[in-house]
């Protein structure tokens, strides 16, 4: 089967994109198949995760989006980004804000300019589930015991739980060794994303994620900043900065309602004839 596709990144997280629209769409478990096939850096093309539209029209944006273990993530926010650059280039939005919906997941997009995009994630919530509020003189901030030692750490969830690790400085030659011990303890569960932060400024935050392949970075880097804003480290509206990448962090009053801005950019273009049977 010929493939055609593009690779595209968004702050360090590489993506495959390939558009069916107008062709027959395969099966869930054509695609899943697809995907892990295609994702895989030794005979594949190699990526965090395979973006298939569906449809491409003004009226409608609609993709799957595949991690490399075949699965369906929930969560899609920068395959939301990348797809938003291509539609962008498509000439299907124009120079509108435009829909789109991956996984069953709709992301209102914003233009900003030809390769940054701005999208909600949501309302944020604590680790009880309920509404998470800045407020004046109380910090979201527990300590866990890993080995030795104690961090300070703060679980949010938007889109995902995170478990935000705050650091002082940014070894990241340290940051595994960290985390094998953090991850260790019975206090932090399995499902929950690892987090390090380390607050530069007011107005800048610095994320390295302990992440397994197909997650989401936006989403992490968002968890990040609002652990940081509500412990009284951050500015609502920040800069993160995450690998070789950085997103625009906002968090909006009175509606609570947490915006990511992103860029995203094509890497190259191909096309690879893939063989089941190997």
Known sequence: MDFDF??????GNDL????????DFPPDTDLSAIGRYVCRRDYGIGGNGLIAVKMLSPDSIVASFIDPSGGFPSTTSDAALCLSRYVFDSGVAGKNDFILSINGNDHKIGIIDSNNFRLSLGIPQNDQGTELIER??????????AGSKDYPVSVIH???????????????SNLKNKADEILKTAEIDSSQRLIFATVNSREELEVHIRNSRGDD??????????????NGFLDR??????KSGEYY??????????FITGSSDYVYSGSMFIDFED
Request: charged share 10%; hydrophobic share 45%; proline share 3%.
């Open 249 to 258: 962090f906002q968090w909006l009053q009175p509606s609570n309602e947490i």
């Open 6 to 11: 593009y690779k595209l990144q968004s702050a």
């Open 136 to 145: 004046p003189n109380l910090d979201y901030i527990r300590t866990i015991q």
């Open 237 to 242: 509206n920040a800069s993160i900065i995450h």
């Open 16 to 23: 495959i994109l390939t558009n069916y629209a107008g062709k």
């Open 217 to 230: 970075f936006s989403s992490s880097c968002a968890i990040a900043a609002a652990a940081s804003v509500v």
């Open 158 to 172: 938007i889109q995902k739980t995170g478990v935000v690790v705050f650091t002082e400085v940014c070894d990241i």
